[in-house]
């Protein structure tokens, strides 16, 4: 990397650390979970100390809270707006969705959060990113369907995979192509997982994946998604193609994007006309710099806080 990177990615670093450094941090363990070196969550306060409302976000699979800050300024930047923010790093953030164990620990943090900071009259909006939003979307279903979780006000999630029926023929077909181990490995885990929590497969049992998956483009009933209609949703993606195909030899059925036009789409023809979907071009970069459309930085920090301004006054 030349000298004026490194001085530029050091530079953003600094200005994350100091910007982390002066907001109210703490880390915040649920009675929901026992193994506090795998289970907390790290909550960013407001500087003013009066709360406008408050975020649950989601980060993405294996990302821990720090991770996040160090992807993205808009923990740091909603803060500074009034929010208080809630990052969850639960199991190591390693849970490919959201089974009915792990819907109720997610549904006592929330509860418990919402005690100790005093936020019964609060609105909440849910974010994640990745498997991140994965679990921020299906968080939301369920608890606008449920008496016995918070309310959620508005939903984003940024590049969240959302139909597992799509995701595993994906890999089924990514271990027809691929010779090296690596799609076998994804693919074996994949189903293992799937086996565990719910003794089937997408493409073993598609119509069960009905309500297990945020969404679900072959259920013409549209039925994980119901509780939505009224919500206001933003969903961000970056369908960059060329960069997907040439790098990664990925093609349009791989991307997440096709999950997130879709359930936008099927939103709006459902009557919410609060259901947004943001595509952006060339934004998609890491921290260290590197190009990649499947990233936290696809998401408009501005934008957000605005439609959070809006969604949660």
Same mark, same amino acid.
């Given at each position: 990397?030349?000298?004026?990177?490194?001085?530029? &990615?050091?530079?953003?670093?600094?200005?994350?650390?100091?910007?982390?450094?002066?907001?109210?941090?703490?880390?915040?363990? *649920?009675?929901?979970?026992?193994?506090?070196?795998?289970?907390?969550?790290?909550?960013?306060?407001?500087?003013?100390?009066?709360?406008?409302?408050?975020?649950?976000?989601?980060?993405?699979?294996?990302?821990?809270?720090?991770?996040?800050?160090?992807?993205?300024?808009?923990?740091?930047?909603?803060?500074?707006?009034?929010?208080?923010?809630?990052?969850?790093?639960?199991?190591?953030?390693?849970?490919?969705?959201?089974?009915?164990?792990?819907?109720?620990?997610?549904? %006592?943090?929330? %509860?418990?959060?919402?005690?100790?900071?005093?936020?019964?009259?609060?609105? &909440?909006?849910?974010?994640?990113?990745?498997?991140?939003?994965?679990?921020?979307?299906?968080?939301?279903?369920?608890?606008?369907?449920?008496?016995?979780?918070?309310?959620?006000?508005?939903?984003?999630?940024?590049?969240?995979?959302?139909?597992?029926?799509?995701?595993?023929?994906?890999?089924?077909?990514?271990?027809?192509?691929?010779?090296?181990?690596?799609?076998?490995?994804?693919? %074996?885990?994949?189903?293992?997982?799937?086996?565990?929590?719910?003794?089937?497969?997408?493409?073993?049992?598609?119509?069960?994946?009905?309500?297990? *998956?945020?969404?679900?483009?072959?259920?013409?009933?549209?039925?994980?998604?119901?509780?939505?209609? %009224?919500?206001?949703?933003?969903?961000?993606?970056?369908?960059?193609?060329?960069?997907?195909?040439?790098?990664?030899?990925?093609?349009?059925?791989? &991307?997440?994007?096709?999950?997130?036009?879709?359930? =936008?789409?099927?939103?709006?023809?459902?009557?919410?006309?609060?259901?947004?979907?943001?595509?952006?071009?060339?934004?998609?970069?890491?921290?260290?710099? *590197?190009?990649?459309?499947?990233?936290?930085? =696809?998401?408009?920090?501005?934008?957000?806080?605005?439609?959070?301004?809006?969604?949660?006054?």
């Amino acid at each position: 990397m030349p000298d004026f990177k490194r001085l530029l &990615l050091a530079l953003c670093l600094l200005l994350t650390f100091q910007m982390a450094s002066a907001q109210k941090m703490e880390r915040f363990y *649920s009675s929901a979970y026992s193994d506090t070196a795998s289970n907390y969550t790290l909550i960013v306060k407001p500087e003013s100390g009066n709360v406008n409302g408050w975020l649950l976000l989601f980060p993405g699979f294996g990302e821990t809270p720090s991770d996040v800050l160090k992807e993205t300024d808009f923990p740091m930047k909603a803060a500074q707006a009034g929010y208080l923010v809630t990052l969850p790093y639960i199991s190591n953030n390693t849970a490919l969705l959201l089974s009915e164990a792990r819907q109720k620990q997610l549904v %006592q943090l929330v %509860q418990d959060v919402q005690k100790k900071y005093k936020l019964q009259n609060r609105k &909440l909006a849910v974010g994640g990113f990745s498997m991140g939003g994965t679990t921020a979307v299906k968080f939301t279903e369920h608890s606008l369907a449920s008496a016995t979780t918070p309310n959620v006000s508005a939903l984003f999630a940024v590049d969240p995979l959302l139909d597992l029926e799509r995701f595993e023929r994906t890999v089924l077909k990514a271990v027809q192509r691929e010779k090296s181990q690596g799609p076998r490995q994804m693919l %074996q885990m994949l189903q293992h997982m799937l086996q565990k929590d719910f003794a089937a497969t997408p493409v073993q049992a598609p119509e069960k994946y009905y309500t297990i *998956s945020p969404y679900a483009y072959s259920d013409t009933a549209n039925t994980a998604i119901q509780p939505l209609k %009224q919500l206001p949703v933003l969903l961000y993606s970056e369908p960059d193609v060329a960069n997907q195909f040439n790098t990664n030899h990925r093609d349009l059925y791989d &991307l997440n994007a096709a999950d997130c036009t879709a359930m =936008i789409t099927d939103l709006q023809s459902m009557g919410n006309q609060q259901a947004q979907l943001i595509l952006t071009s060339d934004k998609g970069r890491r921290a260290d710099g *590197s190009v990649n459309p499947h990233s936290w930085s =696809i998401l408009d920090v501005n934008t957000t806080l605005d439609w959070l301004q809006q969604h949660l006054k």
